[in-house]
């Protein structure tokens, strides 16, 4: 049985909302920057996905002075303070109503952690109704952006676990699964998308509410006794 989850932020525990570049977009240009959706949308995406795990960009503002700097600007205190709330809703997520559901239950039996590819200041106010204290792995504590190895490993001596231990649940079979079960971790799938099948996962679920259920060991079979030989007249 394992003793940890490590579950998929986006696609699995929360969905992505209404967010988009253009209010960024809009006030940017609104503050005097010759700025187009093309560029703002390049670097905003590499400090993300690149500098962000390398420089453990830890708040909102840092985040835009760095997407700034890469196209040549340098904003005042009080233009980051008035971009930083577009920037936050452009990556705006909700809870699953499952997660809802299933995560406060799980962390009762198991230890949880939420790994995600994005900062956390993203991630964190997303599980606040939650009021648990998971662990919250992202590319600012692991130094690396998913789907790298040292990602998974730095969940697992997060929960102070082996990966044997600690089933990893990812709706995003490739990216989500491939590399944690290389690694000797158990893979769940979880089928958001109706998807019959997936290479790298060891159990399926239609739902979180299924999580706990599929993760119980299978009880050993026991043979049936052999019959009794017939007494001898």
Same mark, same amino acid.
């Given at each position: ?82 971009? %930083?709330?577009?920037? $936050? ?7 699953? @109503?499952? =997660?809802? *559901?299933?995560? #406060? &239950? ?92 997936? %290479?790298?996962?060891? $159990? ?7 999580? @706990?259920? =599929?993760? *119980?060991?299978? #009880? &050993? ?13």
């Amino acid at each position: 049985m394992a003793k940890g989850i490590l579950l998929d932020f986006e696609g699995t525990v929360a969905r992505r909302t209404d967010g988009h570049l253009e209010p960024c977009l809009r006030e940017v240009r609104d503050l005097g920057y010759d700025v187009y959706r093309p560029e703002l949308q390049a670097a905003y995406d590499f400090v993300l996905h690149v500098e962000l795990p390398r420089k453990g960009i830890d708040n909102v503002e840092a985040f835009v002075e760095a997407v700034m700097k890469h196209l040549g600007h340098k904003p005042k205190r009080t233009e980051l303070m008035s971009l %930083a709330p577009l920037f $936050t809703e452009y990556h705006r997520f909700a809870l699953y @109503e499952d =997660a809802a *559901r299933a995560i #406060p &239950a799980l962390a009762k039996t198991h230890k949880v952690a939420i790994v995600s590819g994005l900062p956390p200041f993203l991630v964190k106010p997303v599980l606040e109704p939650l009021k648990l204290a998971l662990a919250v792995v992202t590319p600012r504590q692991a130094k690396a952006a998913l789907p790298s190895p040292k990602v998974f490993r730095f969940a697992a001596q997060a929960l102070a676990l082996r990966p044997k231990d600690v089933a990893v649940v990812s709706a995003d079979c490739e990216d989500g699964l491939a590399v944690p079960k290389s690694l000797g971790f158990p893979t769940v799938f979880l089928r958001r998308q109706g998807e019959a099948t997936c %290479a790298h996962a060891s $159990t399926l679920i239609k739902s979180l509410d299924e999580l @706990e259920a =599929a993760l *119980r060991p299978v #009880p &050993a079979k026991v043979d049936a006794p052999a019959p009794a030989a017939p007494a001898k007249a």
